[in-house]
């Protein structure tokens, strides 16, 4: 386990780190989540492995610190992973990130492109949602407000969440977990779908066929986006097919621009 100091208070980001050769790999998990449990799978995969990886928990998430004086804004969870690569002594990192990590990881390459090469997306969030009473994950921890939501409301999430999800989500601060949900919802100004449009470096989105071709797809694909439809799963892909992820990961990882 490594870490590094991210903030002027003192918090640490910590992530587990894998020895191989440059460039860096850096995964980073979803809302509730937490890298190491979510994509030690994927990074030791024989399609995968023999690159320098680092399994990074965001700030109120996982292993890394959890404070109550932080905003957890997309933008503000972007630049503490970025002073974290930094301290690493990171350049031009594949990212290989889910969900509300997949927004990190395009804010993070928007605003510090030196830290980023290439973009794995996996079910990433794009585009804000309209917070929903009882349902699962972001929007529901947003249709709450922090008060009631720290008070007790996170059992309600609990209960939606499920026994796996939770096993993680558990170990979030509530704050952080609220905050960050919140702003997820909110998304970001140029939003994270018009920020990933601009990009130039090579960009693939991996998304569950079951659920049909993502919202714009077409006009990804127009930017340069590989969009890419993985069988056999649902919105946790590396969990739910990990062979298939690791064969479309690997394949996104050597693609060309």
């Given at each position: 386990?490594?870490d590094?100091?991210v903030?002027?208070?003192?918090?640490?980001?910590r992530?587990?780190?894998?020895?191989?050769?440059?460039?860096?790999?850096?995964h980073?998990?979803?809302l509730?989540?937490?890298?190491?449990?979510?994509?030690?799978?994927?990074?030791?995969?024989?399609?995968?492995?023999?690159?320098?990886?680092?399994?990074?928990d965001?700030l109120?998430?996982?292993?890394s610190d959890?404070?109550t004086?932080?905003?957890?804004r997309?933008?503000?969870?972007?630049?503490?992973?970025?002073?974290?690569?930094?301290?690493?002594?990171?350049?031009?990192?594949?990212?290989?990130?889910?969900?509300?990590?997949?927004?990190?990881?395009?804010?993070?390459?928007?605003?510090?492109p030196?830290?980023?090469?290439?973009l794995?997306?996996?079910?990433?969030?794009l585009?804000?949602?309209?917070?929903?009473?009882g349902?699962?994950?972001?929007?529901?921890?947003?249709?709450?407000?922090e008060?009631d939501?720290?008070?007790g409301?996170?059992?309600?999430?609990?209960?939606l969440?499920?026994p796996?999800?939770?096993?993680?989500?558990?170990?979030?601060?509530l704050?952080?977990?609220h905050r960050?949900?919140v702003?997820?919802?909110?998304?970001?100004?140029p939003t994270?779908?018009e920020l990933?449009?601009?990009?130039?470096?090579?960009?693939t989105y991996?998304y569950p066929?079951?659920?049909?071709?993502p919202?714009?797809?077409?006009?990804?694909a127009?930017?340069?986006v590989?969009?890419?439809?993985?069988?056999?799963?649902?919105?946790?892909?590396?969990?739910?097919?990990p062979?298939?992820?690791?064969?479309?990961?690997?394949?996104?990882?050597?693609?060309?621009?």
């Open positions: 386990m490594r590094a100091v903030t002027p208070g003192g918090d640490r980001i992530w587990v780190e894998l020895p191989g050769q440059e460039p860096a790999r850096v980073v998990h979803g509730g989540a937490t890298s190491p449990a979510y994509f030690a799978q994927a990074a030791a995969h024989p399609l995968l492995t023999g690159r320098r990886s680092l399994l990074v965001l109120g998430h996982g292993i959890r404070p004086d932080f905003d957890y997309l933008e503000s969870h972007a630049d503490a992973l970025a002073a974290a690569l930094t301290h690493a002594g990171v350049t031009g990192a594949e990212l290989v990130a889910h969900s509300m990590g997949g927004s990190v990881a395009v804010v993070l390459a928007a605003r510090h030196r830290l980023a090469s290439r794995v997306l996996v079910d990433a969030n585009d804000p949602v309209t917070p929903v009473p349902a699962p994950g972001s929007s529901g921890i947003a249709a709450l407000s008060a939501f720290v008070a409301g996170w059992r309600q999430i609990r209960d969440a499920g796996h999800w939770w096993s993680t989500m558990r170990l979030a601060g704050e952080g977990l960050s949900a702003h997820l919802t909110r998304g970001t100004t994270m779908r990933l449009l601009e990009l130039t470096v090579p960009r991996l066929e079951a659920d049909g071709a919202a714009g797809a077409g006009a990804l127009q930017a340069g590989r969009v890419v439809p993985v069988p056999d799963c649902g919105h946790n892909i590396m969990l739910d097919n062979d298939a992820f690791a064969r479309e990961t690997a394949a996104a990882l050597s693609a060309s621009a």
